[in-house]
């Protein structure tokens, strides 16, 4: 499954963060979630949840921030907000659109804890 290999990369990212901040543990990892990422949230959740436990993250609470799509009409230069494709801009009902914000699953946060 997608989630699985994405949960799967989160925690590659939290040894290495872990290792480049010389951290005894990390506490709480804050991920800013794409609404047009391509993974489902709940899934993905899922998905770290059982992966953490055969892991040093163990006790890493995961908090998922979803964030809004955000397109930018190519004709009419507006921006709005929409989870479907293609993208239909309300203002001047042109399809198609570049993606601004919300594609992207990225760290927002650590909360680690120091030897
Ligand atoms: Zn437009």
Do not use: W
Request: charged letters at 35%.
């Amino acid at each position: 499954m997608h989630e699985y290999s994405l949960a799967n990369n989160l925690i590659e990212l939290l040894r290495e963060q872990k290792k480049e901040k010389k951290a005894k543990k990390i506490l709480k990892v804050e991920l800013d979630f794409g609404k047009l990422s391509g993974a489902e949230p709940v899934l993905f959740e899922e998905a770290f949840e059982i992966l953490k436990k055969e892991t040093e993250f163990k006790e890493t609470e995961l908090k998922i921030n979803l964030i809004e799509p955000e397109i930018k009409c190519l004709k009419c230069g507006k921006t709005f907000n929409t989870p479907y494709f293609p993208f239909l801009c309300p203002f001047c009902e042109n399809f198609g659109g570049e993606i601004i914000k919300g594609d992207k699953i990225f760290i927002k946060s650590l909360v680690i804890e120091n030897f």
